[in-house]
């Protein structure tokens, strides 16, 4: 809720702006930890699998959260 990922009126390219929103939805929120806001959620790609590199700043969790399932719809056309 504090760190907005595009302010308004930032001009962002539709795949991008995809990306965003399919981070806002799969992206931890909560330290499993503690239970507060998570710090940091760094989401990076490691084959087909989107994983999120968390780090909680209220009592120093870290892990990874992998997401599962056919939730995510390629929108890259097969080279
Ligand atoms: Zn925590």
Do not use: N, Q
């Not at 991008?16 to 929103?21: K, R, T, W, Y």
């Not at 981070?23 to 994983?51: I, K, Q, V």
């Not at 009592?59 to 997401?67: A, D, I, N």
């Amino acid at each position: 809720m504090t760190v907005p990922d595009g302010s308004p009126g930032a001009k962002i390219d539709r795949r991008f702006a995809a990306d965003v929103e399919a981070h806002r939805r799969d992206a931890p929120r909560f330290c499993p930890a503690c239970a507060r806001d998570l710090g940091l959620a760094t989401e990076f790609w490691e084959g087909d699998a989107r994983r999120f590199y968390c780090w909680c700043a209220t009592c120093g969790w870290t892990g990874e959260v992998t997401t599962t399932g056919e939730t995510v719809v390629g929108h890259e056309p097969e080279h």
